[in-house]
């Protein structure tokens, strides 16, 4: 069982940038893979990184490419996910979650409660 807890949301204008933490807890941080999702009202969840144990390999969406940045410290047990160049279409409540696939995942079966995100105009 992973428990996953997201921090660093906030209200930023456009342009800003904010930096997500989620950390996990357990021993076994470092054999987990990590993603960030997020989901605006009214819209459904969407992939936004995700990066694999080791922290070697990286995934992005197309929209958020060149913005935002993910990264993890095992040592912390913390991923994060480094934001800059908000706009406002990238209000949305932010997710991270966890799965044991070994790379980057598909699928994944742990999940934190989410931090909010807002950009205004």
């Known amino acids: 069982q992973v428990q996953l807890v997201e921090s660093g949301g906030g209200l930023v204008q456009a342009g800003g940038s904010l930096r997500l933490s989620c950390a996990a807890s357990?021993?076994?941080?470092?054999?987990?893979?990590m993603g960030w999702f997020r989901q605006a009202p009214g819209k459904e969840r969407e992939f936004v990184a995700a990066i694999n144990w080791s922290g070697g390999r990286t995934s992005y969406a197309d929209s958020v490419k060149g913005r935002f940045t993910i990264s993890r410290d095992n040592a912390k047990s913390t991923v994060y996910l480094q934001m800059n160049s908000l706009k406002p279409e990238d209000t949305a409540v932010y997710y991270c979650a966890s799965d044991q696939c070994g790379s980057i995942c598909l699928k994944y079966d742990y999940w934190g409660q989410g931090t909010q995100v807002t950009v205004s105009s």
């Open positions: 357990g021993r076994t941080f470092s054999s987990y893979s």
